[in-house]
């Protein structure tokens, strides 16, 4: 059965509402998705299909952790998107298809973090 799309994800301590980005308005923007730090939600076109919604919904996430971690704060800041884009691009792509093609480390992943040492 298929679990429902996530309606919230919590990035460090912040939580985020994920919100499904209606098409015509994700493709004016030419995006499948987008993170807004201030207004902590993150946007998904979930028209392209599940794979694709995943990948945005991770590389989403992936953005907020560059706000949370305080990545900005490196050289080229907030000025140096395409760095940030590039990065957040790069690890949502390969992050996503290792845990896709990797059930038994996603499960054992997602065991041990539930854990207490």
Not at 37 to 52: L, Y
Request: with cysteine.
């Amino acid at each position: 059965m298929r679990p429902p799309f996530p309606t919230h994800v919590k990035v460090g301590w912040k939580r985020f509402k994920v919100t499904d980005w209606d098409p015509e308005l994700a493709a004016a923007h030419k995006r499948y998705g987008e993170c807004d730090h201030i207004g902590n939600e993150i946007r998904v076109d979930t028209s392209k299909g599940h794979r694709q919604a995943a990948e945005t919904l991770w590389h989403e996430c992936l953005h907020a952790t560059f706000d949370i971690g305080g990545l900005h704060n490196l050289p080229g800041g907030e000025q140096d998107q395409y760095s940030e884009e590039f990065m957040v691009s790069h690890f949502a792509s390969w992050s996503i298809t290792l845990l896709g093609d990797n059930p038994e480390l996603r499960a054992f992943l997602t065991w041990a973090t539930s854990q207490e040492d």
